[in-house]
């Protein structure tokens, strides 16, 4: 066999209190939104027509789906860049990858007013082709079929051992027609990504003239897609060593590290672009206004550069809990470039302001609890983490 | 071998160049505009020196449309929106300076704009520009996806959020009254002629005589004849015209970046085709080697 490492069930008790916990958070938000489709967007949300997008758009989607370029970034490095001593981390990265998604289709049907069309989408008759939201639509709705495609060996991998024989010989018949075809679908699911990570930046340049100077850039598409590849490597390592630290596994530092060493220069890359585009676009004054978007600039610059400098050194590197920090670090900057560009730097009118309320936070946090009962129950049912577990002296 | 991340790095940096170089230059009409108005065009006109701020006009834009009126703000009693939303499509807004010496009229309702951005917004052409340039909606295309209202840069299009199956809600210079040989119900209520209804070319010819014979009694500008790619809708005023919720967004249409880049990205859909195809080369490539290792490890 290979130098990797087979993926396995972790096995054990599936239900844990964890799990019920997180799924109640879960059922709580499936009862708040049949109570958003009862009673309309505007009795459920602090939405309004100043800022028609909220913490749905730029929590679930746009910093989701950058969250979830966990399997896009790997998958980058494993298969095109052929670093196959990283193969370990394509199925954990996928599962979160697929769960990303899957919450962001599913955020943007209770986002949108009238979901019951959302069928006519693929009408591609009616297409508007220069729609960037429509090229961003289509293509996260098809990469995250690829994404479970990509999966399906786990689940495969799994029937195989089933003790039912149907679901034995699902397993047996499917598997080796999914391998011989997913390298196409494995290529797909790099495209997808790359298209419209950086298409949801571009997707800001309609507003143009209400948004703020200090992000309104040709380069915002540029800029995302950067800083969503660098989040997926964050959001891998955060996953790994939490997996290590709750689900009993060895931490795989020796590869995390390896990550640690490819984000570097993307965030070097990232801010050299940034600072570059406010010199030349002569905003640098702007940046150090010191008013609201001034010090939100300098906050997400300086997330940016912390990460980067905490993972400047080998030795540091190779610290888990460093590898850790930074990671967080670099995630919540992520994050905090995309709220800002799709909140604090969009100003309809001074007349208009949004906070989001309960029911949009209790929704966005129940999907989010949903989608992490969902990879523990994964982990412990199918083939997805490889490695070994921790050794018991370890307790 | 894949691509080596300095190859990769090469690409990235090659491609922004590309998309940066094309935001540069953009072919523009005769008359300097970027984008022309449809010679069919229609329009209206509204001067902010002759309103008096009767607000007949929204009465009739109600009505000519079926929209309840808005006494939200005035606990059930009249009609008082505070701005455009989902029962009003029109509105007479009043601008007062701070010190109380200057002050304006001024109506609000869709520009139609010669390039309207949210037309470039709409996912599956809800917003389209059909007909004399109207930008007109349709609810049977429409998500409910608000894109719309993130792209307006005149904040006008507006959503039902009172509703459960909710739709956008828009001034549509009242064309199904125009199919009747009516012009927008707004026009023909107006009794001082503050709002007038004509051909695009007509009423910016009118606005440009007014300036000519007051021009003590105008900001010497016609807006909507150049802003953001020009609108249908012209505007005559004695007050800054930013004042008034009109800010200058210079003469380039607001969808113009976006499309520049995307069409740079995907002209004809050729980059994303031969990425994936190379891509798919690498992956398969780079596979085969794998098996092949992994065959030579096997052998004893």
Request: net charge positive; aromatic share 10%.
């Amino acid at each position: 066999m290979s130098a990797h490492s087979q993926p396995q069930p972790l096995g054990g008790v599936v239900f844990t209190r964890p799990v019920q916990i997180l799924t109640g958070f879960a059922a709580l938000a499936f009862v708040l939104i049949a109570w958003r489709f009862l009673v309309g967007l505007g009795a459920s949300t602090a939405l309004n027509d100043g800022y028609p997008w909220g913490l749905w758009i730029a929590f679930d989607v746009v910093t989701g789906t950058a969250l979830g370029c966990g399997g896009y970034a790997v998958a980058l490095l494993v298969y095109v860049l052929n670093r196959g001593r990283f193969h370990p981390l394509v199925r954990p990265a996928m599962v979160t990858s697929a769960f990303g998604y899957s919450i962001a289709g599913l955020s943007v049907v209770i986002d949108v007013g009238r979901p019951w069309l959302a069928w006519k989408l693929p009408l591609f008759w009616h297409w508007n082709l220069n729609s960037v939201l429509l090229e961003v639509a289509l293509c996260i709705m098809t990469y995250t079929v690829v994404l479970w495609i990509e999966l399906s060996p786990a689940f495969l991998e799994r029937a195989q051992t089933s003790t039912i024989p149907v679901i034995r010989r699902i397993g047996d018949t499917f598997l080796p027609v999914i391998r011989r075809i997913l390298p196409w679908f494995i290529a797909l699911g790099i495209l997808l990504p790359t298209m419209h990570q950086s298409a949801l930046g571009s997707l800001l340049l309609l507003s143009g003239p209400r948004l703020h100077p200090l992000w309104n850039t040709a380069l915002l598409p540029l800029l995302f897609l950067i800083s969503c590849v660098a989040m997926g490597y964050g959001a891998v390592v955060i996953e790994g060593a939490l997996s290590s630290l709750f689900l009993g596994r060895k931490p795989e530092t020796e590869m995390l590290a390896g990550l640690g060493r490819t984000v570097f220069p993307l965030l070097a890359v990232y801010l050299g672009l940034r600072l570059l585009d406010l010199v030349v676009r002569g905003q640098l004054a702007a940046l150090f206004a010191f008013n609201l978007h001034s010090v939100m600039s300098l906050l997400e610059l300086g997330l940016f550069t912390a990460a980067m400098l905490l993972l400047a050194s080998d030795s540091q590197r190779h610290d888990l809990g460093n590898l850790f920090r930074a990671a967080m670090v670099l995630v919540v900057a992520g994050a905090l470039y995309r709220f800002d560009v799709f909140l604090v730097a969009f100003r309809p009118g001074a007349h208009w302001s949004y906070f989001p309320n309960v029911t949009e936070i209790l929704i966005t946090a129940g999907l989010v609890a949903g989608e992490m009962a969902g990879y523990i129950v994964l982990v412990k049912v199918f083939p997805i983490l490889a490695g070994q577990p921790r050794p018991a002296t370890a307790h | 071998m894949g691509l080596s991340r300095r190859e990769a790095l090469k690409a990235m940096v090659v491609a922004s160049g590309a998309t940066l170089a094309t935001t540069l230059g953009s072919e523009r009409q005769a008359d300097g505009a970027l984008v022309a108005a449809p010679p069919d065009a229609v329009g209206m006109l509204y001067d902010a020196t002759v309103c008096t701020g009767c607000k007949a006009c929204m009465v009739a834009c109600n009505r000519a449309n079926d929209l309840p009126p808005d006494t939200t703000g005035s606990d059930g009693r009249w009609q008082m929106p505070v701005d455009l939303n989902q029962y009003t499509k029109n509105i007479i807004k009043l601008y007062q300076s701070p010190d109380r010496t200057e002050h304006s009229f001024i109506k609000r309702q869709c520009m139609h704009c010669v390039d309207p951005a949210c037309a470039a917004a709409c996912m599956l052409g809800a917003l389209q520009k059909r007909e004399y340039g109207i930008v007109t909606y349709d609810a049977d295309y429409c998500i409910g996806c608000r894109y719309c209202e993130m792209a307006c840069p005149f904040n006008v299009i507006k959503f039902e959020w009172a509703k459960a199956m909710p739709k956008m809600v828009k001034c549509e210079l009242c064309n199904h009254r125009i199919a009747e040989g009516k012009g927008p119900a707004c026009c023909e209520v107006c009794p001082t002629g503050a709002v007038i209804y004509g051909k695009r070319a007509d009423l910016l010819a009118e606005a440009h005589r007014r300036l000519a014979a007051h021009p003590d009694r105008y900001v010497p500008k016609v807006y909507g004849e150049h802003e953001a790619g020009g609108t249908q809708v012209l505007y005559l005023a004695h007050i800054d015209f930013a004042k008034l919720g009109l800010p200058d967004y210079g003469d380039r249409p607001i969808p113009e970046t976006v499309r520049e880049v995307q069409h740079t990205v995907y002209k004809g859909f050729v980059a994303p085709v031969a990425l994936y195809g190379l891509l798919a080369a690498v992956v398969l490539r780079n596979r085969k080697k794998d098996e092949r290792a992994e065959a030579e490890e096997d052998r004893p």
